[in-house]
């Protein structure tokens, strides 16, 4: 699979091998902007009237894939550079014909809220990935999409490769059959291209990025419970936008200071949004010590400084409700679950089976590897607390999650942990291994 991997089509892949920590993990450190939220900042800024500055930008892969779709649109985009952008916004019917297809590598995000934006542009569009990408479910946006007049072209299955052909959009009311952030706002993109109302009804709770960023950039919008509605056709105004740490990567370190023993570490200006805590919420349920310091408020975003100890975890039931508040971080907490006294039971995660990798799967199959005993289900797995394991290979299956997972993973392992197809991990966390070296572990990256 060489050249379709990710958005830099020439890197070798890596593998890494990491030791158990000898000491303590200790200090302060600063994980890379928020993933979703550079995104959408990129789509906002694009789609405004007006010069938007960005500071705390997500330079990964995935993020850069959104970039570089927005400047084969005609747009100008200054930077990256020391995580700032500067985008000159074209307004929301200023976007150029690429002229050719947009790749967006291994991005779901991208993908997803892209097609939202392109279905109401009067050209066509092409959208296609990497092997991971062009295998993820499209269906769940091609057919609300449909509903709405929009006429999008998936393979049989209702895979990528998607053809979007531009169309006139009209508002629908849509009920929400999963809870995806991903498929709720890929329609207030398109809403914002029809006529009259976008009416979306949840399913559950998720990250609302796309709400609090419309806001930022003057478009009106009404939220009430579950319900969000908006009207098409408004102007986007541009704004300054100011990203935090991403929850999803402090998520690595929040684990590996519970799990090694009289670890203390200081994440600074993390993002807390509510509809992004499941992993602290349950952390903390499994006896985590973690505490958020120095609240503040970026750009209509929470953000804190997390402090967190070394504690004795203990297996729980993950409530269910906290599942699509976690859904990004539920490998790492799976890792956490390993290292803690007794079972931990993970249930209603149906969503991690089409996510860059089957998640359920390819984290059973490591935990095996290494001698932690597990159940799979259809919608979740139970772990079986070990607080001993062996080392071993590790496969991936270049899913970044995985590969930081088991990284983690290797700090309690009685021998080392090599984990393959390890490139991805740039899609969302460039320096992980240099913040762990940094922090004393060590992590070794093998190009083959
Ligand atoms: C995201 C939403 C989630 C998450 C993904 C980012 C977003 O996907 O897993 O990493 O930025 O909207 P789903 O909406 O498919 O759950």
Same mark, same amino acid.
């Given at each position: 699979?060489?050249?379709? %991997?990710?958005?830099?089509?020439?890197?070798?892949?890596?593998?890494?091998?990491?030791?158990?920590?000898?000491?303590?993990?200790?200090?302060?450190?600063?994980?890379?902007?928020?993933?979703?939220?550079? %995104? @959408?900042?990129?789509?906002?800024?694009?789609?405004?009237?007006?010069?938007?500055?960005?500071?705390?930008?997500?330079?990964?892969?995935?993020?850069?894939?959104?970039?570089?779709?927005? @400047?084969?649109?005609?747009?100008? !985009?200054?930077?990256?550079?020391?995580?700032?952008?500067?985008?000159?916004?074209?307004?929301?019917?200023?976007?150029?014909?690429?002229?050719?297809? +947009?790749?967006?590598?291994?991005?779901?995000?991208?993908?997803?809220?892209?097609?939202?934006?392109?279905?109401?542009?009067?050209?066509?569009?092409? =959208?296609?990935?990497?092997?991971?990408?062009?295998?993820?479910?499209?269906?769940?946006?091609?057919?609300?999409?449909?509903?709405?007049?929009?006429?999008? *072209?998936?393979?049989?299955?209702?895979?990528?490769?998607?053809? &979007?052909?531009?169309?006139?959009?009209?508002?629908?009311?849509?009920?929400?059959?999963?809870?995806?952030?991903?498929?709720?706002?890929?329609?207030?993109?398109?809403? &914002?291209?029809?006529?009259?109302?976008? *009416?979306?009804?949840?399913?559950? +709770?998720?990250?609302?990025?796309?709400?609090?960023?419309?806001?930022?950039?003057?478009?009106?919008?009404?939220?009430?419970?579950?319900?969000?509605?908006?009207?098409?056709?408004?102007?986007?105004?541009?704004?300054? !936008?100011?990203?935090?740490?991403?929850?999803?990567?402090?998520?690595?370190?929040?684990?590996?200071?519970?799990?090694?023993?009289?670890?203390? =570490?200081?994440?600074?200006?993390?993002?807390?949004?509510?509809?992004?805590?499941?992993? &602290?919420?349950?952390?903390?349920?499994?006896?985590?010590?973690?505490?958020? =310091?120095?609240?503040?408020?970026?750009?209509?975003?929470?953000?804190?400084?997390?402090? !967190?100890?070394?504690?004795?975890?203990?297996?729980?039931?993950?409530?269910?409700?906290?599942?699509?508040?976690?859904?990004?971080?539920?490998? !790492?907490? +799976?890792?956490?679950?390993?290292?803690?006294?007794?079972?931990?039971?993970?249930?209603?995660?149906?969503?991690?089976?089409?996510?860059?990798?089957?998640?359920?799967?390819?984290?059973?199959?490591?935990?095996?590897?290494?001698?932690?005993?597990?159940?799979?289900?259809?919608?979740?797995?139970?772990?079986?607390?070990?607080?001993?394991?062996?080392?071993?290979?590790?496969?991936?299956?270049?899913? %970044? @999650?995985?590969?930081?997972?088991?990284? &983690?993973?290797?700090? @309690?392992?009685?021998?080392?942990?090599?984990?393959?197809?390890?490139?991805?991990?740039?899609?969302?966390?460039?320096?992980?291994?240099?913040?762990?070296?940094?922090?004393?572990?060590?992590?070794?990256?093998?190009?083959?």
């Amino acid at each position: 699979m060489k050249n379709k %991997h990710n958005i830099n089509k020439n890197l070798n892949n890596v593998k890494y091998i990491v030791t158990r920590a000898s000491k303590p993990i200790k200090g302060n450190i600063i994980v890379p902007g928020d993933k979703s939220i550079s %995104h @959408r900042a990129i789509m906002f800024g694009s789609l405004s009237n007006g010069v938007t500055n960005i500071k705390g930008f997500l330079e990964g892969y995935d993020s850069l894939a959104t970039l570089q779709a927005f @400047r084969e649109m005609g747009v100008s !985009i200054y930077g990256p550079k020391n995580n700032k952008l500067c985008i000159s916004g074209v307004g929301i019917y200023g976007l150029k014909n690429p002229n050719k297809q +947009l790749y967006l590598g291994n991005s779901g995000t991208s993908m997803r809220l892209l097609t939202g934006l392109l279905a109401g542009q009067k050209f066509d569009t092409t =959208l296609t990935g990497d092997k991971s990408l062009n295998n993820r479910p499209m269906k769940r946006i091609a057919n609300p999409l449909k509903l709405m007049g929009a006429k999008i *072209k998936t393979d049989k299955k209702g895979l990528p490769p998607l053809q &979007i052909i531009g169309k006139r959009l009209k508002g629908i009311k849509y009920i929400m059959p999963i809870a995806s952030a991903q498929v709720k706002s890929c329609l207030l993109l398109s809403g &914002i291209y029809a006529k009259g109302e976008t *009416k979306i009804i949840e399913k559950g +709770l998720t990250r609302d990025h796309t709400e609090r960023m419309l806001k930022n950039f003057g478009y009106k919008l009404r939220k009430k419970d579950k319900t969000i509605t908006l009207v098409g056709g408004s102007n986007l105004q541009a704004s300054k !936008i100011k990203i935090p740490s991403d929850i999803s990567s402090a998520a690595f370190f929040l684990v590996a200071a519970s799990i090694v023993p009289k670890s203390e =570490l200081l994440l600074e200006k993390v993002g807390i949004n509510p509809t992004r805590i499941g992993v &602290i919420n349950i952390l903390r349920r499994m006896g985590a010590d973690i505490k958020l =310091l120095n609240k503040k408020n970026w750009s209509n975003e929470p953000v804190a400084d997390i402090k !967190i100890k070394f504690a004795n975890l203990k297996g729980i039931d993950i409530p269910i409700d906290q599942v699509p508040l976690a859904i990004d971080e539920l490998p !790492i907490l +799976l890792v956490a679950a390993a290292n803690a006294e007794g079972i931990t039971r993970l249930r209603g995660a149906e969503e991690l089976r089409v996510k860059e990798s089957d998640r359920i799967s390819v984290m059973a199959r490591g935990f095996k590897t290494i001698g932690v005993q597990n159940k799979v289900y259809e919608d979740g797995i139970d772990i079986i607390g070990a607080k001993k394991y062996k080392g071993g290979y590790i496969k991936s299956y270049g899913d %970044h @999650r995985v590969s930081m997972s088991f990284a &983690i993973a290797a700090l @309690r392992s009685t021998d080392d942990i090599i984990i393959d197809d390890c490139i991805n991990v740039s899609t969302s966390f460039p320096n992980f291994k240099t913040l762990l070296n940094n922090l004393g572990i060590k992590i070794k990256e093998v190009k083959y």
